[in-house]
Every structure is written in C-alpha cells, then in structure tokens.
C-alpha cells in the first residue's frame, strides 16, 4: 500500500479554502505585495467574514474597528495574516479525535499549532539554514495532516498489526506504520498537500519531518524535525511513544545549533506556545 492509495481510500476530509492554499504559495515568494495578499482573500466571503471576526477580537485589542481585508493585512503584515488565516482554514479539519493515534479531540490541532510556532523561533534562530518564518510556519502547522488520512484509511486488522509492531520491536509509531504499510503518516501527508500544489519545499518538510535531509545542505524538514521534538517536550500533549519525542543529534548538530542557542529556543517556544489557545479559540 502507497501514499497515493491511503489517500484514495478517504473521502471524508473537508475541503480547505481555495484562498489559504494560494495564500500559502504567495507566501512562498519573495516579492509578494498587500495587494497580492488582499486578492487571494477578498473573494472568500465566509474566510474573509472569519478573518475581520478574528481582528477585531480581544487578542489584537485594536482601538479602533479592522473593517476590511485590506486594512486587516496593512495593521497586521504578512506574517500575522498567514497565521490567521491557516489558523481558520485548518482549524476546524485538523481539531478531531484520532482513536489509531490515542489522541482527543483538539490534541492534533494544538499540537500543531506548537509546532508551527516553533518553527518560526528555529527558523529566526541564527542557524546554518535560511528559510523564511511563514514558510516554517505552515510546514509545522501541517507536519502531521497525514495522520487524518491515516486514521480514517487504516482499518481493526492493520491499526492492530502496527501496535503489535511496536510492543514486540519497540519501534516508533512512524517506523511501525512503515513497517506494515509501507508507508507512513508523513509521506501521506506530503502526498496530500502536492496534490493541494502547495510548495514543494513545505511538501518536502512534511515528507520528511521524522526523516530529515541534511545533505548536501539542511533543509526545511531538518527545521520541523527541530520544532516537532520541541513542541512535544514543551506542550501538554503526550507523544504516542516516547520515541516521537527525540530529536536526531545529527540535525542539531547540522544546523549549528549550541545549548545557548537550544536553552533560548525553548524559552521562546514555550512563551510561544501560550498563545495557542487564543488562536484554536479563534477557529
């Protein structure tokens, strides 16, 4: 079994506006304007309404009233649009409960939303990788969208196969689902999101965020790697074994990251990350 058949095999994942994954690619450029911005959004009234309703709460504590798309992305720039707006688009797909993985409702989505604020901190760390915070950004919010795949795709028999992998080899959950699938819940996931045509370099993250490439350079995926151990040691969230929760000595010591530069990164991960409810309140 592929990637490409688990993701046949589901029919049930909602559709995730058309405007947050072009918002995403425009994200992805350089030279992307305000005015790309506001067009990627205007035209999707229900987002739009959300985006204005998100503004104007207490979280933002504007004085005076966010009354349209434009302002709302000249008060809070590009960044802080790309964080609501994903915040919104995959709020609702992402907070379910997934009984494959052990994990409630929200779990997943706030889990997420850590790891995604993390990548930023890596990303804007000083380290030996240049990668733009947005794109981090969305590459950890969606590190783990396979495993909606996985739990509706894996029927009793197989679900049960893989944890009996684990108990008797002691493998990870992600080693253990390579094992009797042939694939895993990253590789789902990067398989989803290129048939979104997202940008390959979040598809490559995704792909391989418990596998990370680091030759002939580090990329993004070294940097999800980084912040999915992080987000796990800093939230609430259990790992499903306590192998999710390692990180690889290689990545950190490829990305040039000192334990000055770690004990920093945690303490900005875990003021991060208090946000995150605020921003699940918002979807």
């Given at each position: ?7 046949a095999k589901v029919k049930h994942l ?260 208090e946000s995150v409810g605020q921003f699940?309140?918002?979807?």
């Open positions: 079994m592929n990637a490409q058949e688990l993701v909602p559709p995730v506006p058309t405007a947050a994954l072009r918002l995403i690619s425009l994200l992805d450029k350089a030279d992307t304007e305000n005015n790309d911005i506001v067009q990627a959004i205007r035209f999707d009234n229900v987002l739009t309404a959300k985006l204005l309703r998100a503004c104007n709460s207490p979280y933002f504590g504007f004085s005076e009233p966010v009354s349209s798309v434009d302002q709302a992305v000249l008060v809070l720039g590009h960044q802080q649009i790309l964080h609501i707006v994903l915040t919104l688009a995959f709020g609702s797909t992402m907070a379910v409960s997934l009984p494959a993985y052990a994990v409630e409702s929200s779990e997943l989505w706030q889990h997420s939303l850590t790891t995604a604020m993390a990548a930023e901190v890596v990303a804007n760390g000083g380290l030996e990788i240049n990668v733009e915070t947005s794109v981090a950004f969305t590459a950890g919010l969606l590190h783990d969208i396979g495993k909606l795949v996985m739990g509706q795709a894996i029927d009793a028999p197989l679900l049960a196969a893989i944890r009996g992998r684990i108990a008797e080899e002691r493998l990870s959950w992600v080693a253990a689902e390579r094992d009797i699938l042939g694939t895993d819940h990253a590789e789902v996931g990067a398989h989803l999101l290129k048939s979104w045509n997202l940008p390959e370099e979040v598809v490559e993250a995704v792909r391989n965020h418990h596998r990370p490439v680091l030759a002939p350079r580090p990329l993004l995926s070294a940097v999800v790697h980084v912040a999915n151990w992080a987000a796990h040691v800093a939230g609430p969230v259990a790992a499903e074994n306590v192998m999710a929760a390692s990180v690889d000595e290689r990545v950190v010591v490829e990305l040039g990251i000192t334990a000055e530069k770690m004990d920093q990164m945690h303490i900005e991960i875990r003021n991060s990350s699940m309140a918002m979807a």
